[in-house]
């Protein structure tokens, strides 16, 4: 699939903020000053507020009308509501693209904006745009876009195939495989553009180092990175013509995580990822690192992305309640909500290679996994209730969690 350039805005947009010298340089620091390696990587989700589920989803589905009368196309969404066999309560929410459970299938293409930030902390320059001499000298905004989430490949799910097509799109359909009874008509894949705007930040005492050479990771504080995301380059885009509700956007750094303390430790990390939705028309959005440290158990290039754009698929408002689930993956406690990657953080499909490159997608989990009961068949590809067949049965009644 080819990748477009947004050429209609090629205009310099550069933020600084405040730099403080509480940050020794790169060249100077081995590891941040805690002292501590990051080793435990894990999501998070920014879900909508402002905004009632039912009007942000017909602000959306099918039109959203600006002010001058122009009908503008906004991003395909659709609704469900059906009773739970988990819990017998009944559960309503919005996903990305065309309804699996439609009697007449259809497909949906979604306009995705890539949007890279780069990121100055001391004297370290953490570039999604440059090339980077772990990957081969290629970026990491060229490999997103030749990577599954942008490109076509074979795809099979738990022995069965999807075609050649995207990883979201073959995973929307094998999650809801007989459900949509394996149909063709059933698609729904990503056209993106890259935006010609570089987004340029110094992070100041908002941002540290960890290690050097190709471990070198950058952290960043997460509510700081957040706040600014929303507070500052969201209307700030949104007022140059670069991004709108009708595009959902991705905000792409390299090798940078973030951490929930002000100023960020490792003690305090990391956070690979995380999704959100703000206002009404709802603007739908991601932050995700492409990683080349490979510091994190099975966490590698595309995985991030992957997994952030998976539940963006599956939640985009992050709203979708469901039974109480938890005790796997990066949840120890119960949580109500339809993440389907955090269940499995840290577990790979296995790679797929496009041009020589070994491309690390992560598991995802089913619709199933979250609603059904034991011993309720699951809908999914194969008779899985995950992506890569990890999960063989339903989630367990949390607490205490876990899977069947």
């Given amino acids: 699939m080819p990748v477009k350039t947004l050429s209609s805005f090629v205009w310099g947009f550069t933020l600084a903020v405040l730099s ?6 790169a060249a100077e620091q081995s590891e941040s000053a805690d002292g501590q390696k990051p080793t435990k990587g894990y999501y998070k989700t920014e879900p909508l507020a402002g905004a009632s589920q039912a009007g942000a989803t017909g602000a959306l589905v099918p039109k959203v009308q600006p002010p001058g009368g122009t009908t503008v196309a ?46 100055t902390i001391g004297s370290s320059v953490f570039d999604p745009t440059a090339p980077n001499i772990c990957d081969g000298n290629i970026s990491a905004v060229n490999r997103f876009n030749q990577s599954p989430l942008v490109q076509v490949a074979p795809m099979t799910f738990n022995g069965v195939s999807m075609g050649t097509t995207q990883y979201l799109n073959a995973y929307r359909r094998a999650e809801f495989w007989n459900t949509i009874g394996g149909s063709a008509a059933y698609q729904n894949t990503l056209t993106p553009v890259t935006s010609a705007a570089t987004v340029s930040v110094t992070a100041g005492t908002n941002g540290t180092v960890y290690s050097s050479g190709c471990t070198q990771l ?20 949104t007022t140059a013509g670069v991004v709108s509700p009708s595009k959902f956007v991705v905000f792409l750094f390299r090798d940078i995580v973030e951490s929930t303390s002000a100023p960020p430790t490792t003690a305090a990390c990391c956070v690979l990822g995380f999704h ?29 992305a992957s997994h952030e ?15 109480a689930w938890g005790g796997i993956g990066q949840v120890a406690a119960c949580q109500s909500n339809f993440e389907n990657g955090d269940p499995l953080t840290g577990k790979q499909m296995p790679a797929i290679t496009l041009t020589g490159k070994l491309y690390h997608m992560q598991e995802l989990a089913y619709f199933s996994w979250f609603f059904n ?5 699951s809908v999914g590809a194969g008779g899985g209730f995950s992506s890569n067949g990890t999960f063989a049965g339903t989630s367990k009644v949390c607490p205490a969690g876990g899977t069947n």
């Fill in 20 to 25: 403080f010298s509480g940050i020794l340089p």
């Fill in 74 to 119: 906004a991003i395909p969404m659709s609704t469900y509501s059906f009773v739970s066999t988990k819990d017998g309560k009944t559960y309503t929410g919005t996903m990305v693209g065309t309804s699996p459970f439609a009697v007449t299938k259809a497909s949906a293409t979604i306009p995705l904006v890539i949007v890279p930030v780069k990121i």
């Fill in 218 to 237: 950058g952290i960043v504080s997460y509510a700081w990175l957040n706040s600014y995301i929303t507070g500052t380059l969201l209307p700030q885009l």
């Fill in 276 to 304: 959100g939705a703000n206002g009404n028309p709802v603007q739908t959005w991601a932050a995700v690192d492409w990683d080349s440290t490979n510091i994190f158990a099975g966490i590698s290039d595309a995985t991030i």
């Fill in 309 to 323: 754009l998976g539940e963006w698929m599956d939640d985009p408002l992050g709203t979708n309640a469901t039974p």
């Fill in 373 to 377: 009961k034991l011993g309720v068949a």
